[in-house]
């Protein structure tokens, strides 16, 4: 027992800590409200990535779609996703619109600045495919949905639809994953120079990410204090979604390492996207923020839990 939880530490506390130094940093003006923007942005747009690009070149896909992973993942971030838009409608008395940002709160995990580098410390290059495949389809799915459902109340428009496949199409995210697959059918693989820069940007991805988290959540606090709203949406995200994903990974056959991580992408905590959605239609800002900042610091203990369960460590 003393053995696992301290294998578990191994992958938990150097992850967390990083977060922390980031945090602290910002706290102390150690690192300026600029740098947070440039170090975020390097992340999204350069980094991750190429790191996505190098692992889909370098591994083997899976010959066939794995239905029981896609279903098992999606079918607990719509139910949290559910729950989340009842809650806020008949307990908290919020508006439809608002309401799909707990929803979309509750169901979209923070993918790159915590899952990224988590995952593959628990799981290895075992787990770069799987955790890839799943970043590839989890931001258009969620987003596409929450979109709609906001749309929806005013009426759709020519111009949102466009607007939103554009932001899809040119997500850095996914053009690293459109250019690893494109590379990986056609045959390409980088080798001599072009390999070292790419292993060195790919590299540059788990630490900056994490600072970069830290950083982020100084400018966010615990903004508005709509703590109990936030208490539900971290509960719902980071207990109930990858306790329903679990659940399901016993159902859908599928790898037990491909389970795994469907589970602790589930256990993520919310991700900064629920905030920048909620800016955008200017409602529930105050709830989503709270939220990425206490699922935040609930997960240094959760993903512990959920590490337990799986058996990692």
């Known amino acids: 027992m003393l053995n696992t939880l301290a294998d578990i530490s191994v992958i938990v506390l150097p992850v967390f800590g990083m977060v922390l130094v980031g945090y602290i940093s910002a706290r102390i003006g150690l690192v300026s409200e600029r740098a947070t923007d440039g170090l975020a942005e390097f992340v999204f747009s350069l980094s991750v990535p190429v790191l996505i690009f190098k692992t889909l070149t370098e591994s083997k896909l899976p010959e066939a779609q794995p239905w029981g992973y896609w279903i098992a993942y999606f079918a607990g971030a719509f139910f949290v996703f559910a729950i989340a838009m009842v809650a806020a409608e008949r307990l908290f008395g919020r508006g439809r619109q608002e309401a799909v940002i707990h929803g979309f709160a509750a169901g979209q995990a923070n993918t790159v600045f915590v899952g990224v580098p988590l995952i593959l410390k628990a799981y290895g290059e075992a787990g770069a495919v799987p955790l890839f495949l799943l970043i590839a389809i989890h931001l258009p799915v969620m987003l596409v949905a929450a979109t709609v459902m906001l749309e929806g109340s005013h009426g759709f428009s020519r111009a949102t639809m466009m607007r939103l496949g554009k932001a899809l199409a040119f997500n850095p995210i996914l053009l690293g994953i459109y250019a690893g697959a494109l590379a990986k059918v056609v045959g390409i693989q980088a080798v001599g120079v072009p ?15 994490l600072i970069s988290l830290g950083l982020s959540l100084k400018r966010y606090g615990m903004a508005g204090g709509d703590l109990l709203p936030s208490a539900l949406i971290s509960f719902l995200k980071l207990i109930v979604h990858p306790a329903a994903v679990f659940a399901l990974t016993m159902v859908f056959s599928m790898p037990p390492v491909w389970a795994g991580v469907a589970v602790l992408f589930a256990a993520m905590p919310s991700g900064v996207n629920g905030y920048l959605l909620a800016q955008r239609y200017g409602v529930g800002v105050a709830t989503s923020t709270s939220a990425v900042s206490l699922s935040t610091g609930l997960a240094v203990v959760t993903v512990a839990f959920w590490l337990y369960i799986l058996g990692v460590g």
């Open 195 to 209: 390999k070292q820069m790419i292993d060195l940007l790919s590299a540059a991805a788990t630490p900056c990410a």
